[in-house]
Nanobody, 122 residues
Framework: QVQLVESGGGSVQSGGSLRLSCAASGYTYSMGWFRQAPGKEREGVAAIESNGDSIYADSVKGRFTISRANAENTLYLQMNDLKPEDTAMYYC???????????????????WGQGTQVTVSS
C-alpha cells in the first residue's frame, strides 16, 4: 500500500506559477497528475515513468512540467503561465503495476492522493 500526499496548491492570477508536490510513502511505477473541475470529468494532465519519460495533455504542453525525484519518492508538477481554465482540484496518482503508462489507463487501479486545489483568477 502506497500513500500519496499532495501539497503546493493555492490561488494565483492568470499568468502566474505554482509548483505541486506529491510525496509517496514507497516505491512507485508510473505516476501522474490528474485534475477535476466542478461539473467536469477527471482528466489526465501529465504522467511520468520511473525512467523519466513523460507525457502531457495538449492543453498544458509547453506550460507544465512533470518531474520526479525517485530517491525521495516525490513527484512534482511545475505549472507556468496558468490560465483560469486550469482551475481544478489536482490529484496525484501512482500505478500499482509496472506496465508502461498504466497510471493513465481508463479504470486503472491507481493509488490516489487527497487532492490539492488550484484556483486561477483572470
Amino acid at each position: 500500500q502506497v500513500q500519496l500526499v499532495e501539497s503546493g496548491g493555492g490561488s494565483v492570477q492568470s499568468g502566474g506559477s505554482l509548483r505541486l508536490s506529491c510525496a509517496a510513502s514507497g516505491y512507485t511505477y508510473s505516476m501522474g497528475w490528474f485534475r477535476q473541475a466542478p461539473g467536469k470529468e477527471r482528466e489526465g494532465v501529465a504522467a511520468i515513468e520511473s525512467n523519466g519519460d513523460s507525457i502531457y495533455a495538449d492543453s498544458v504542453k509547453g506550460r507544465f512540467t512533470i518531474s520526479r525525484a525517485n530517491a525521495e519518492n516525490t513527484l512534482y508538477l511545475q505549472m507556468n503561465d496558468l490560465k483560469p481554465e486550469d482551475t481544478a482540484m489536482y490529484y496525484c496518482a501512482a500505478a500499482r503495476l509496472g506496465i508502461r503508462w498504466y497510471v493513465l489507463l481508463p479504470n486503472a487501479n491507481n493509488y490516489w492522493g487527497q487532492g490539492t486545489q488550484v484556483t486561477v483568477s483572470s
